[in-house]
């Protein structure tokens, strides 16, 4: 077999590549027909499916105000009652939660995510997190977390939140620079965004960790070190560093295309992304994973490292995704739907994909990039194939060593999405010829954009407004 593997060459000389590529990740998937979903899902839910560690995301579509850069936003929280979807979300909960399946194999990690958890009440919360706890089999040390805003994530709820049994908090900041929150619509200053986090933290009840986002419009060197300096300082146990990820739907890509809003240049980011890390090693904070650092033993980041595994999850609420081994889905975006669905007695399911097989190797090449080291011998049997291209990545200084077993550089991680695509495409033909050749001609049947369900998106990556 020959391989064309010239076009993923990176540069020796500069920057390594001129933008950093989408994944793309392969499902070997088709839709379920329409008038098959609901019979097909009554059926996946007699039998037991044990072999996968297993998750559960919850996603809760409110916000109080539309971030200029998040592209998750849904529904506007004025607007809507919040009461009415907690009591649909217990029903989707409960709904088939003493099937075979669901109680077939224990969860190690609930995400609650959206949208904006904590625009629920604190009776809403402590509800639908002792729901959660009561009726399904969380492992006795599983991973609760719940996304929260700065604003209005009153004192009542975090109470409730950890009576109910929450244990991480994760609180979307991006800056704490008040001018670039401004310019993000972001309604707390940097004071306040401080003030929250410290009285959070020095609760030591639980897991307190925050995302920082480099690449933001006005955002300089000097900003970026003050971020670093006062996550080094505040009562946390965890910190997200992520590059802007600029989407066209959003209210700051019209700034930008519209040439009202300059943002820093690829180049710009790595160096943001080199300083990030030296900065936190300096610190004495530990990498868990490409984008996350922890700084205490009580930080895991252990929903999004499984799903990057490869790991199933449950889906509940109004445009949730999850995975269950071959099948993926998507819960209703449109609320009247959801709530449609539910008063019928139904999973409010709007897509559901049965793919062709397990792509085992798949996960192990997302785990291991995501994590910063890749087996090629474990994820196939011809890893020769790649070898000249593993020899290129090396001399231009994205892997460590020129070997089939090699781990990421600084530069290697930043431009993970890259390498990750490229290996993608090239094992999928070694691995999966028959499956390439599919690819090949109908693109859209084997594959879906990992942001296309909420569930794998926080573990994404939603944000919530603050």
Not at 304 to 316: C, E, T
Request: overall charge neutral; some cysteine; proline content about 4%.
């Amino acid at each position: 077999m020959k391989l064309e593997l010239e076009s993923f060459y990176a540069k020796l000389d500069g920057t390594p590549f001129t933008e950093r590529w989408a994944v793309m990740p392969f499902r070997g998937a088709m839709p379920v027909g329409a008038d098959k979903i609901n019979d097909t899902w009554q059926q996946l839910h007699q039998h037991a499916i044990t072999k996968n560690k297993r998750l559960l995301y919850v996603h809760i579509p409110f916000c109080a105000t539309h971030c200029s850069f998040c592209g998750f936003y849904q529904n506007p929280l004025h607007k809507h009652d919040t009461e009415r979807y907690t009591q649909y979300l217990l029903q989707d909960i409960l709904l088939n939660a003493d099937s075979v399946l669901y109680q077939s194999a224990p969860i190690h990690a609930v995400y609650f995510g959206g949208g904006t958890p904590s625009a629920l009440t604190a009776d809403q919360l402590h509800r639908i997190i002792t729901t959660l706890r009561k009726h399904y089999p969380l492992t006795p040390d599983c991973e609760i977390t719940i996304e929260g805003r700065v604003l209005n994530f009153t004192d009542e709820k975090i109470d409730a939140c950890l009576e109910a049994g929450a244990n991480r908090f994760s609180i979307g900041v991006q800056t704490f620079d008040t001018a670039i929150r401004k310019r993000l619509a972001r309604t707390s200053d940097k004071q306040q965004t401080i003030n929250f986090i410290e009285k959070l933290g020095l609760r030591d009840k639980a897991t307190v960790v925050c995302d920082l986002i480099f690449g933001l419009p006005e955002q300089t060197v000097a900003t970026w070190q003050e971020d670093l300096a006062i996550v080094r300082d505040l009562p946390l146990d965890g910190v997200d560093l992520y590059a802007l990820n600029l989407l066209p739907t959003t209210p700051l890509f019209k700034s930008v295309e519209n040439n009202r809003v300059t943002l820093p240049t690829v180049t710009d980011n790595y160096q943001f992304y080199q300083m990030g890390v030296d900065t936190l090693t300096d610190y004495g904070w530990h990498q868990l994973s490409n984008s996350h650092w922890g700084k205490t033993t009580r930080e895991r980041n252990l929903y999004n490292i499984l799903i990057k595994q490869g790991a199933d999850y449950l889906a509940f609420g109004s445009c949730a995704g999850g995975k269950l081994q071959d099948k993926s889905f998507m819960v209703q975006r449109n609320l009247d739907h959801y709530y449609a669905n539910l008063d019928q007695g139904k999973k409010p399911l709007a897509m559901l994909l049965q793919g062709n097989k397990q792509l085992k190797w798949l996960h192990l090449l997302q785990g291991g990039i995501e994590c910063g080291c890749v087996d090629l011998n474990a994820i196939t049997s011809q890893p020769e194939l790649l070898a000249p291209l593993i020899n290129q990545w090396y001399q231009a200084g994205l892997i460590c060593e020129d070997k089939l077993c090699f781990r990421l550089t600084t530069q290697g991680r930043f431009w993970a999405s890259n390498l990750l695509s490229a290996l993608q495409k090239l094992l999928l033909q070694i691995n999966e010829p028959q499956l390439a050749q599919i690819a090949t001609k109908h693109p859209h049947a084997v594959m879906m954009k990992a942001d296309s369900a909420a569930g794998l998106a926080r573990a994404k990556h939603s944000h919530a407004a603050q």
